[in-house]
């Protein structure tokens, strides 16, 4: 399967800043990402789909101009939080793959 | 509304016991995948089902899709304290496309 890795793998940040995480897939060419959200004891919710070359598809509630997400490559996608609030924080995961999804190992962020 | 209900939600038994956990929608889906989450991990893929009434089995795992393709159940035999984790379901293609949705999780938890 294809190995998928999220940088950083943890963040702590000051209300009001930016933070951008990355996610690459090192051994596939996604044309597609997903990022998740999970808060703790959740399950992962669908944030948007990262399209490459063109704009990214967000899910119902989410906002685009908060998650930032550029699909550059065909193996790297990142996204933005702008603007970040104690309330973003979460666990940020991303996937690829088609019928079977990979998931990279998640980005922890906490914003103070 | 929750396109994937999980049940139960939290289920704590002792090793060597059986137990069994649902995962049901009213939306058809082309294939429902179960995962495993560590904490602070993202989720691993434990099996894909495809055909209505499809059974899979992974050890003590047994996956099982309904003939409809709207709900699955995983049943573990002699349950071990490795087996303590996160279960995720998830739906794949509920819109005709590859958005994975997924359940709320069973958390499990196998006291020695």
């Known amino acids: 399967g294809a190995v998928v890795s999220q940088h950083p793998s943890w963040v702590i940040c000051k209300s009001g800043t930016s933070v951008k995480i990355e996610c690459r897939s090192l051994d596939f060419q996604a044309t597609t990402m997903f990022w998740y959200r999970q808060f703790p004891k959740q399950s992962l919710m669908l944030m948007a789909t990262?399209?490459?070359?063109?704009?990214?598809?967000?899910e119902q509630g989410v906002e685009k101009d908060k998650f930032l997400i550029n699909h550059a490559s065909l193996t790297l996608s990142t996204l933005t939080v702008t603007s970040a609030h104690p309330e973003d924080s979460s666990f940020y995961i991303c996937s690829l793959g088609g019928q079977t999804q990979y998931f990279g190992p998640g980005t922890r962020l906490l914003v103070l | 509304t929750q396109l994937l209900k999980q049940s139960p939600q939290f289920l704590s038994i002792q090793e060597g016991e059986n137990l069994t956990v649902y995962c049901n929608s009213s939306s058809v889906f082309s294939s429902l995948q179960w995962y495993r989450q560590e904490p602070g991990e993202g989720p691993v893929l434990l099996v894909t089902?495809?055909?209505?009434?499809e059974v899979k089995k992974l050890k003590r795992l047994t996956f099982q899709f309904g003939d409809a393709r709207k709900d699955s159940s995983l049943h573990i035999t002699a349950a071990q304290t490795g087996d303590t984790g996160l279960y995720l379901c998830?739906?794949?293609?509920?819109?005709?496309?590859?958005?994975?949705?997924f359940g709320k999780g069973t958390r499990l938890h196998i006291l020695p």
């Open positions: 998830a739906g794949v293609g509920p819109f005709g496309d590859d958005k994975i949705i």
């Open positions: 990262s399209n490459e070359g063109s704009k990214a598809t967000y």
């Open positions: 089902v495809v055909t209505g009434g």
